[in-house]
């Protein structure tokens, strides 16, 4: 407990000592004579690694803009939430609470912020859920469903986000933010991500974005757009499957009878990164796609145009889970679930909708299973060839 407080003196004292300033761009956009440098670092009052201002652990930093009630950032990923001309809840989640818009009024009233009951813990996070308790002392070094593990401070917001990759903006005419050996990803990930002694590179993403106001940084001022993702276009899988990779099974060949599954480091395991038809609606359910409450898949282009029909529905990790948290619930059956590590966990994963309502939303009753769905065939679920007699539009838009 003397920890804790100390601790939770010190944030204060920072919080105090330096105003939370996001001049400029500050992760990216720099000038000879930039202001953003002194946003983040000091050169001999460093209070943290690396010259930071604030910390440890790195997170107290990040949350001076992006939480702890800050004005100085568009994107409250503490409280999930995202203020442009309105108030929009955050498509990846809050590490504390969630912004739920129960009423679809756009602004956050009495009841709308929910505690988050799962998160990715990155290093000063004590807890999986709860108040937000940092502690320098709390480092995460495991990766559930990883084939490595990290090292030193572990987990931190920057394995995942380039704090220097500079900011792109969604193209004008299709919204889109597609990461290139020359662009930027959206949202400041990472192209590169090194786990313990294992390095991926190329990891490339894209989302849609909706432009939903302007903010303007210090002074004078620098304008710019707010940005809110839409839909996941691409990627999602093998930037996750970096650190992840047991979970990566997009390998089509798997063993007879097994169905859909994939036998994959030693455990049964559900494909990612492949064709997904939705059931259609019944008069009991209606498949849930959006990025707000239900299960969203990746639009991706294809390159091709048959009959006009230029799009192709994949399912991809952030289909399924939220990036940064979740407040979905887990009750009976669902509240204890055994781990690909082995033993037994009753997280909520990150997952995006109640108990496994992620699993029911596609598949229903069993009656929308890859091998029984009379709607398709193989070709559907494993691309390489078109066969004339089954209809486009199954996977295509």
Known sequence: MRRLSLVSCIL????????????????????????????????????????????PPEAALCFLCHGDGGTSAPYDVEDGYTVGAAVYPSTAGGFVY?????NANYAIDPGELIPV???????????????LVLDPAAVTLAIPGGSNAFTGTGFTCTSCHDPHGGGATPD????????????PNPRLLRKTITVGTATYSDLYVSFKFE????????????????????????????WCGACHVKFQTDDPDTVPGAGHAVFYYGMWRHPVNVHVIPPPATSTATFDGSIATGTPLEIKPTGSNISGLQYVRNLGCLTCHRA??????????????????????????LLRMDNRGV????????????????????????????VVTVDCTLCHL
């Open 12 to 55: 204060l004292l920072a919080l105090l000592a330096f105003p939370a300033y996001c001049l400029a761009w500050t992760h990216g956009q720099f000038t000879a004579t930039t202001d953003a440098c002194a946003g983040c670092h000091v050169a001999h009052a460093g209070q943290a690694a690396k010259l930071l201002k604030v910390g």
């Open 98 to 102: 969630e912004f739920k818009d129960l």
């Open 117 to 131: 009951t799962s998160r990715h813990n990155v290093w000063g996070v004590v807890y999986e859920s709860g108040p």
């Open 172 to 183: 004008p005419a299709t919204g889109l933010i597609t990461g290139s050996a020359t662009t």
């Open 211 to 238: 432009t939903v106001g302007t903010f303007t940084y210090g002074t004078p001022s620098v304008a710019s757009g707010v940005y809110r993702v839409i839909q996941y276009v691409d990627g999602s899988t093998n």
């Open 324 to 349: 940064h948290s979740t407040t979905a619930t887990m009750a009976g059956w669902a509240s204890s679930w055994p781990r690909s590590e082995g033993g037994t966990s009753s997280s909520s994963a």
């Open 359 to 386: 699993c029911f939303n596609c598949h229903r009753s069993g009656e929308y299973n890859c091998w029984q769905d009379t709607r398709i065939d193989c070709s559907k679920c494993h691309p390489g060839a078109h």
